[in-house]
């Protein structure tokens, strides 16, 4: 589960080849380092990182998620329609 600090450091090493601009905040430096553990992210210079092709993938599998959808549900479970 990532947090939405942790979605918005990788979007910020995806499409920047600066250093965060919060980099010395735990929430940030944790998720880099949890990141590159994981093969999400790689060095790319002093302070600097960069999406793996694992990053790339994790990011796309984000941007491709639907919208959540509500529904009405019955005691039985079932889906109430409404015409």
């Keep these: 589960m990532m947090s939405p600090s942790d979605i918005e450091v990788l979007i ?3 499409c920047s080849p ?6 010395d905040a735990p929430a940030v430096s944790e998720a880099v380092e949890r990141f590159i553990k994981d093969d999400i992210l790689e ?3 002093i302070g600097r990182f960069q999406t793996t092709s694992r ?3 994790l990011l796309q599998a984000i ?3 639907a919208y959540p959808t509500q529904a009405w549900i019955d005691e039985s479970g079932k889906i109430i329609q409404f015409d």
């Design 18 to 23: 600066s250093v965060h601009p919060r980099h």
């Design 43 to 45: 060095p790319g210079g």
């Design 63 to 65: 941007c491709n998620t």
């Design 55 to 57: 990053g790339k993938a």
């Design 12 to 14: 910020h090493y995806h």
